[in-house]
T-cell receptor, first 115, second 112 residues
Framework: DAGVIQSPRHEVTEMGQEVTLRCKPISGHDYLFWYRQTMMRGLELLIYFNNNVPIDDSGMPEDRFSAKMPNASFSTLKIQPSEPRDSAVYFC?????????????FGPGTRLLVL | GENVEQHPSTLSVQEGDSAVIKCTYSDSASNYFPWYKQELGKRPQLIID?????GEKKDQRIAVTLNKTAKHFSLHITETQPEDSAVYFC???????????FGTGTRLTVIP
């Protein structure tokens, strides 16, 4: 089985540019999570979806960040405009089932550097 | 909401020694506690998990214990090897939540 797929794996951009990160969850999983990881703040949950519907976006740092899930097999995280402090590794994860006992499977991450 | 605290933040052990990482949680309703291992430059990967109806679970050299009364759980790695060097994250979840609440991570270094 293919795991969670993310693209691009690395992204270098200049401040002010738009950045779009992509994720394909494991087939059949109904939950999708976006995380940001930095040395200073650790692993932060940004937003998660259930059946393509955003459930909790309280972790989204500001209006420059937006996420969509147009169908069960694709999600995007967009940053517009990007800033140097957005530099981080962004992980997408997916899981299935209801209740709290769900294993999350992480993608390989996108390493973003904003100059 | 749930708050998960993890200690220590860094841990160095000699190869062959044991390593213990501890986490506490705040929500007594939490009932699922996974542990993730993240090697340098890689994704977090589940290594073991425990549910609240079990006090201990073991898988080869790793084990997890859960104390529901005290609201803490621990990861034990025995006979450590250099390949155990990584960042380890604990997490907690409860029936009312659909996401995991992660600890801040422990960087384990196994010295050959």
């Amino acid at each position: 089985d293919a795991g969670v797929i993310q693209s691009p794996r690395h992204e270098v951009t200049e401040m002010g540019q738009e950045v779009t990160l992509r994720c394909k969850p494991i087939s059949g999983h109904d939950y999708l999570f976006w995380y940001r990881q930095t040395m200073m703040r650790g692993l932060e949950l940004l937003i998660y979806f259930n059946n393509n519907v955003p459930i909790d976006d309280s972790g989204m740092p500001e209006d420059r960040f937006s996420a969509k899930m147009p169908n069960a097999s694709f999600s995007t995280l967009k940053i517009q405009p990007s800033e140097p402090r957005d530099s981080a590794v962004y992980f997408c994860a997916s899981s299935s089932g209801t209740g709290g006992m769900k294993t999350q499977y992480f993608g390989p991450g996108t390493r973003l550097l904003v100059l | 909401g749930e708050n998960v605290e993890q200690h220590p933040s860094t841990l160095s052990v000699q190869e062959g020694d044991s390593a213990v990482i501890k986490c506490t949680y705040s929500d007594s309703a939490s009932n699922y506690f996974p542990w993730y291992k993240q090697e340098l430059g890689k994704r977090p990967q589940l290594i073991i998990d425990i549910r609240s109806n079990v006090g201990e679970k073991k898988d080869q050299r790793i084990a997890v214990t859960l104390n529901k009364t005290a609201k803490h759980f621990s990861l034990h790695i025995t006979e450590t090897q250099p390949e155990d060097s990584a960042v380890y994250f604990c997490a907690a979840s409860n029936p009312g939540a659909n996401n995991l609440f992660f600890g801040t991570g422990t960087r384990l270094t196994v010295i050959p």
